[in-house]
């Protein structure tokens, strides 16, 4: 039963002063190691809190972009966000992409708790450069028209074969060679009750991603998405340390379907993205998800639609582990049926994905797990060394939890310092990988003049 530990109940009231119970009760206890926050000098938030009048929003040029929809550079601009507490979180207009997260941990002490790059030309030339192959880590952006991977780059629809741009191997990942975090979005500052915001509207036209045959990753030619979708996504933070991320897309076509999947690609490490190489091993994780999805060799979800039982493996993380614990452990349990030997080749899933980077299948809602806005608990992590915690809650059926992988040391962050494996890791709140092309997986498909709304929330604690 997921939550056995650290029970969610403690959470629930954990909204004031932007401390959880958890933290309270692991001082009391001396679980954490105990604090003396009223007896420690003043931190930057504490200060800032005295005199905050709520959350606020500025905004200042960052430089200028290329984009492929306008055919021309577009200005691009940068969103601070900050609340009274001295949490503060950068946004950008390109790629709607999340820069940073300033978090205070124990003691007032803060840290930007994602991977991210310090310029716009860092973004633009490796986020997600539009290459076949060995691609860009896709930091903080947000991720569409399909996030995750598409067989072969090919879904069937109301009796049309559509195809996209490969990408990653022998499939389509995250929207194809020009997704959604390589345009310049529309921007605007928002205010509501008790939170300070930015709103980003992007208009993706009909037949995106097509290209003609003999293209980069269409040898065959492409035929794109189907449909016009216009996307509004609406960033919001308020002074329970909630930063909510609330997804709007509208198919604006009268006769075509789409499909559809967007989710944020945010690389955390709670310890700071400048915290020594391997830092995000030593985090712990728990997911409220008893079942996770198998892939093939080429990371395509076995045709599985309830998954497989995490119980006995390294992807048990019902209650908490470190993420380094079990990584290495390809001899372990990872319950995929033996009828699959010959599409895994009878690998080890953690030995395909080089470590964690699976759809997990979240437990249904129950009062237990009901969160802010009526959200379920996705996932937790938690690093004892700072006593940052962060709660992720959603409304979507799956979390693709990624532990950073690919990251080789090749790229330099923003304070400085080059990510490799064990840097960061992601919770992509998500429908689930190749949906288009499994019906027995939570439809992805978006109906003419239908509307796909959605929010997930990074509630964090320290």
Known sequence: MFGKTRRLRHWRGARAGGVSAVAMAAAATGALGATAASAAP????????????????????????????????????????????????????????????????RGGREADVILGFRTLQDYVKYDSPPVTANGGPYFGEIVGRYANRIAKGTFHLNG??????????????????????????????????????????????NGDQSYPAGSPGCPNGCTGFPATLKVVVTFTLDNHNELGIHYKATNESKKLSTVLNLTNHDYFNLAGEDSPAGSAYSQEVQI?????????????????????????????????????SRIDDVSAPDNVPASFKAATEGKSQLL?????????????????????????????????????????WTDQPGVQFYSGNFLNGTLVGISGHTYRQGAGYTFETQHFPNSPNEPDFPSTVLNPGKTFTSATIFQFSG
């Open 42 to 105: 003043a931190s930057h938030g504490q200060r800032a809190a005295a005199s905050c009048h709520g959350p606020s929003v500025s905004r200042q040029y960052f430089g200028s972009a290329y984009d492929s929809y306008a055919k021309k550079d577009l200005p691009v601009y940068r969103y601070t966000l900050k609340n009274c507490n001295g949490m503060t979180v950068r946004i950008l207009s390109y790629g709607a992409i999340t820069q940073s997260i300033d978090v205070p941990g």
């Open 288 to 324: 409220n998800a008893d079942n996770y999805s198998p892939t093939d060799t080429t990371q395509i979800p076995l045709p599985l639609a309830h998954g497989v039982s995490v119980k006995g493996t390294p992807f048990d993380f019902t209650t908490f582990h470190t993420i380094g």
């Open 352 to 392: 395909i994905a080089q470590g964690y980077d699976h759809n997990w299948i979240l437990n249904p809602q129950t009062k237990a797990t009901t969160g802010p806005d009526g959200l379920n608990l996705a996932a937790r992590a938690l690093d004892p060394s700072s006593g940052r915690e962060l709660t992720v």
């Open 160 to 205: 049309t074969t559509y195809t996209l741009p490969i990408n990653n191997g022998v499939n389509s990942l995250h929207g194809g060679l020009v997704g959604f975090g390589n345009h310049v979005w529309a921007s605007k500052a928002t205010h509501g009750n008790g939170s300070a915001g930015v709103q980003l509207t992007l208009v993706s036209p």
